[in-house]
């Protein structure tokens, strides 16, 4: 008889571990409150280059080819993830940014832009890194197809409770696994199993607008992001300020106007219809590991989901 699994949350760390507990032949059931999930982000990026500091994380290009070889692996089965691999362009506007963010490319495959080279790039550009391994992807999509690979059994509901392989839900069922992996993201932090204050976790709200047409061939970022999406685009960024707990987030006229001007940076935004807007919070301060005797967490993957997520939750299923 195969160990059981119980997965707390379907975003992409949990959809992942899912994915990967599955194929080692575990029996899998995924309970999700199906609240504030940051992973419907509609797009987001694969960067492996963070930020104004130009930070590359520690394991990046090896995240960066399991998410890819994930969506590969995913379309071959018949599932569609709307993706692009189209590489990502990040802007700087001195030569001081550039030498930071240089510093920090080492062997990461790179090519220096003349900022006419980048197409529509908005005017005072010093230059761009063309990081040609990145690109953008649908994150609702690739979870949804992450967990219909996984054939995990799908739950709707909210855990109030959870020890020991245990998990009371708020409508009073409770669910039991050999193993219980906790991976509720920001909406899920005031109820995580383990509560290690020497690891302090921080939410970020942020706000994407919906374009009805693609910005441009491939995503720009500085300070916000434009990128393709499977329905046109986005512009958007976490820009929120951090808070120590998750309350529902919203997009103020001031912090829209001040992605307008974000965006309004990277390229001329005239011509470009913006259709909605979609709101997330993630949560930063990476755990990933065991937390009592039967019990796991993957969380605080930050702005790092896509990149990060299913590498992480691949090694840390395979420690199960
Ligand atoms: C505006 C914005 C832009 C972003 N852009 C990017 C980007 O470009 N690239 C990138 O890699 N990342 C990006 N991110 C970050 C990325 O979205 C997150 O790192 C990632 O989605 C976190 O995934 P998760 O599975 O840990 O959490 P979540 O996706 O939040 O999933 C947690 C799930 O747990 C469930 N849950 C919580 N508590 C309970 C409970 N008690 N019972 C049952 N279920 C529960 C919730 O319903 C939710 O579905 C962005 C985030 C935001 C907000």
């Known amino acids: 008889m195969s160990r059981s699994l119980l997965v707390v ?136 197809a992450l967990l219909a690979a996984s054939g995990a059994q799908e739950v709707t509901g909210k855990v109030v409770a959870a020890a020991e392989g245990r998990a009371r839900l708020a409508d009073g069922r409770e669910l039991r696994a050999d193993a219980l992996l906790w991976c509720g993201g920001s909406f899920g932090a005031e109820r995580r199993l383990s509560v290690d204050a020497s690891q302090i976790q921080s939410h970020r709200a942020g706000t994407l607008l919906t374009l009805a047409q693609a910005p441009g061939g491939q995503p720009l970022s500085f300070g916000a992001y434009l990128a393709p999406a499977a329905q046109g685009g986005v512009l958007g960024a976490t820009f929120e300020r951090p808070a120590a707990a998750w309350s529902p987030p919203e997009s103020t006229l001031s912090s829209l106007a001040w992605l307008l001007d974000k965006g309004q940076r990277l390229r001329p935004l005239a011509g470009l219809d913006v259709t909605g807007s979609w709101s997330g919070t993630r ?38």
């Open 9 to 144: 949350g379907g975003g992409i760390a949990g959809a992942s571990a899912a994915y990967w507990a599955a194929q080692s032949g575990w029996r899998v059931t995924v309970v999700d409150a199906g609240q504030a999930k940051a992973s419907e982000v509609p797009s987001a990026l694969l960067n492996p280059v963070r930020g104004q500091s130009g930070r590359v994380p520690p394991r990046a290009a090896e995240g960066l080819a399991v998410t890819w070889a994930l969506i590969r692996q995913l379309t071959e089965q018949g599932y569609t993830v709307p993706h692009g691999r189209t590489g990502v362009l990040r802007p700087v506007p001195d030569a001081a940014t550039q030498a930071r963010f240089q510093r920090n490319l080492a062997d990461l495959p790179h090519e220096w832009w003349l900022p006419e080279r980048a197409g529509d790039l908005a005017s005072g550009w010093h230059a761009a890194l063309h990081l040609p391994e990145g690109g953008w992807l649908d994150g609702a999509a690739l979870c949804r």
């Open 283 to 320: 949560l930063s301060g990476l755990r990933a590991g065991q937390v009592g005797a039967s019990e796991w967490e993957l969380s605080g993957l930050g702005s790092k989901g896509y990149l990060l997520g299913p590498l992480l939750a691949r090694e840390l299923v395979s420690g199960l």
